[in-house]
């Protein structure tokens, strides 16, 4: 029973909402946010969009703390998801536990495709054959991709394709039972079809999960997000629902970013 | 959640200690040349020392007392000079034409034993070297010497044969790594094979051949045993191409058996100077051509990562938007470059080329240079072939000397090295045959039976001790840095640059360390342990290296894709980095095993030269095979058992070689994750 506790229902500790205040970060003596406050609502997409280097995907990774890996990285203001504040003496692996990430290109472990899946939950103390069994074939199923690999899962993963690389990805961080899951650019190395395989995935996850995406692409954002965010030079210009954003924005700056006359 | 951090500064501990551990290692090291060799440079004089012409010690002179020997080292650093650049000359010449056969000439039938070949000489031991010179050498070069054939031409010869892997494979590599548009650019202009690989390829690859001529320096200069047993050891110039001379190496192993007081001190100082010169070497790889090899070598990695189709597809993709077709696809080469730039260039030349007899179609290749100069930066290396082009004078007999120079280079090569085993099995295996108990026999005391078991138990000892002791530590410490510690924090940095330098001690410096610190903390007299100990030493340097390289070579992604699923530092390292680390670092461990079953110097005196009973526990002593070779050949007595001692240590270097290769194949393939099906 206990075992179960910790593979299955996520961590009681945090919510699905994430509520930024005030966010400033430094890499060394750049300032890359500045004074960015947001509310990202649960169980939707959000859409980060703006020209690089403009602090979206800096931002992004405050959510997860992966920006603690960064030397000379300093981040201020209050981010919290649900309750919990996420710099405040929280466990950062149980944070990460909790907040997924899917990065820019794929990364699979060079393991077996079963193994990626189910290093997660084995992190988290699974052990049980039959459970970790589950968990890799719901988690496949989810990311739409159990009919293509569960002839082939004892092979390694490095021998998918890029788009089912990247779904893999998304499969294995869909294993610990994120209640958010961070997109950096996730289809920005890959081909239109496989793209569109993850965008219809976003939007199934979304009805249980809150997705924050980066993309560089605004079709995509308004393909599949609710809410949009646009980032100029670590700022948060405009945010409001996807609609709005494109269709009457209310910041000139944004205006010209999404007519395409500058970035 | 509360284990799992605990388990976290458990294994941050664990690692923080191996690194701790290396730094003194490298401390005691450094402590150790300084403390032994400060008083005698206190009490000689660094000048005297380094300029004094005679070498007549005193084992009884202490710094007490007045001396009543002579230290003056100038005759052996010019001795070590003469050798190092004798091997140049053979080695780095065969070794560089060797390279382009294997490269560009070789028969594809002939390209895998070749090169195997080549490899196998790197594996072969230094004193089997050494024995093949006395047995086989010395002999031969007796007819035409005044003297017993040792001096200044045998080593050079032995020397070079023994440089030769390591130039070949390194100056292979950057000319393998010229991008085939190169090649492709100028074929399609009508330049002959010959014209394009000594025009442009090899100008290109410039830079990495340097780098493994300065390496091949580098070995030759620590190179300890195989001199010494050709080189004569008098303490005396080198003179002509014969005559008993003495190297700096020589001169420590020759003496610090027993050396008295001021005499160790004096070897310490021999040794100081001897690493003073390996470090200028060092020093000359890294500002002559550090980056550019550092980007050959890091074009090579993203070769073998990429099919080499992608990866001419890849810099075609590259090139193109940058506005130089010309630069990279040869059929655009030819179609774009020749016609404007080039013409007036190539007619300029088709004079000459017309009167040196050769058809317009090669004179047309001269055009190769101009469509290279408009390509953008990136092409550095073949704009510089384009210059060296116009300032040579076109000479067309050059190309076809070179290939020439080419084929006998190559034949030479495996020449060479189908003598030297087959010479030292056609007389070794006989010996075996007929008297099996040369390997099996029992030891008896005061009989003139020799069998070279204990020597090979013994070896077995010492590869597997040194092992256990310097990869676990080497391993973790090179974790340490690579994982936990900031990546350029300045204890880190210094940390680097310290092993970085103790890679440059020459073996048998480690010997000596080993036979002053260790063999008296053990009991007295040389042990296994004492002689696992030095050689784990003089490992870690290399441990530590090629496994942070490794680990630098994993992406970060992995590391990120870890910890973004909640995983820690240790389990990401444990399960995720490690394990894609694992091929390199195998292969710095099967480098290790041959280095400790081929290495002497650091033996010969910590773990003994005895060839004796055998050794019942990691405190008894004994010759390892390698310094039972030597002891053997040395004396003169026991030329048969030689033999069969050589042949022996060359099967076991081989065999250890095919496994690890075998294990490592296997090892890849479950490292992608092939091996352990999981069917449900």
Known sequence: MRKKDKSAAPAQEFGQSISVSCANLWYGELQALREVSIEIPARQVTAFIGPSGCGKSTFLKCFNRMNDLVPGCRVEGSFRIGQTDIYGGTDVNALRRHVGMVFQKPNPFPMSVYDNIAYGPRTFGVRRRTELDEIVETSLRQAAMWEELKDRLGRSALGLSGGQQQRLCIARALAVRPGVILMDEPTSALDPISTGKIEELCEALSESTTIVIVTHNMQQATRISHKTGFFLLGELVEFGDTDDVFANPKDSRTERYITGRFG | ?????????????????????????????????????????????????????????????????????????????????????????????????????????????????????????????????????????????????????????????????????????????????????????????????????????????????????????????????????????????????????????????????????????????????????????????????????????????????????????????????????????????????????????????????????IPSASASSAGMAAPASPAPRRRAGRRRAGELWQALPYRPVLPRLGHGAALTAGILTGGALLLVLGFIFAKGLPQLWQNPSLIWGKYEFGSHRITVLPAIVATLWAVALSLIIAVPVGVMAAVYLGEYAGRNSLPVRIIRTAIDILAGVPSIVYGLFGMIAFVPLLGGSGSILAGSLTVSMMLLPTVVRSTEESLRAVPDALRQGSLALGAGRLRTVLRVVLPSALPGILSAVVLSMGRVIGESAPFLYTMGSVIGPLPHGVLDGGATLAVALYQLSGEGWYMNEAYAAAVVLIVLVLGLNLLAEGCGARLERRLKGDCHAKKR
């Open chain 2, 1 to 357: 959640m509360k284990a799992s951090r605990i388990r976290e500064t458990a294994g941050r501990a664990v690692f923080a200690a191996a690194a701790v551990v290396c730094v003194a290692a490298v401390v005691a090291v450094f402590v150790f040349l300084i403390g032994k060799s400060l008083p005698a440079y206190g009490k000689l004089g660094v000048w005297e020392f380094v300029t004094g012409e005679v070498w007549s010690p005193d084992r009884l002179d202490t710094y007490d007392a007045p001396l009543s020997g002579t230290y003056g080292v100038r005759t052996m650093i010019a001795g070590t000079l003469t050798a190092t650049a004798g091997a140049l000359l053979v080695g780095g010449v065969l070794g560089y034409f060797t390279a382009v056969f294997l490269a560009f000439y070789c028969p594809r039938r002939l390209r895998r034993p070749l090169s195997a070949a080549v490899s196998l000489l790197a594996g072969i031991p230094s004193v089997v070297y050494g024995f093949f010179g006395i047995v086989f050498l010395l002999p031969l070069l007796s007819h035409i010497a005044p003297n017993n054939g040792s001096g200044p031409l045998a080593t050079a010869l032995i020397l070079g044969l023994m440089i030769l892997p390591t130039v070949v494979s390194l100056c292979r590599v950057s000319m393998e790594a010229v991008p085939q548009a190169y090649y492709q650019g100028s074929v399609a202009m009508g330049a002959t094979h010959s014209e394009t690989v000594f025009r442009i390829v090899i100008p290109a690859a410039r830079p990495g051949i340097t780098a493994a001529l300065i390496l091949g320096v580098g070995r030759a200069l620590g190179e300890t045993m195989a001199v010494v047993m050709v080189a004569g050891n008098a303490p005396a110039y080198p003179e002509g191409l014969f005559g008993s001379f003495r190297v700096l190496t020589a001169n420590i192993v020759m003496e610090m058996g027993y050396a008295g007081e001021v005499q160790e001190g004096a070897l310490v100082a021999t040794g100081v100077v001897l690493l003073a010169f390996v470090l200028l070497v060092n020093l000359l790889f890294g500002a002559v051509s550090g980056r550019a090899v550092r980007a050959a070598v890091a074009r090579e990695g993203r070769g073998r990562a990429a099919k080499p189709g992608h990866r001419a597809a890849k810099r075609r993709a590259e090139a193109s938007p940058a506005g130089a077709p010309a630069g990279t696809s040869s059929a655009a080469a030819s179609s774009a470059g020749v016609p404007s730039a080039g013409v007036p260039f190539a007619g300029a030349l088709s004079a000459g080329a017309s009167s040196a007899g």
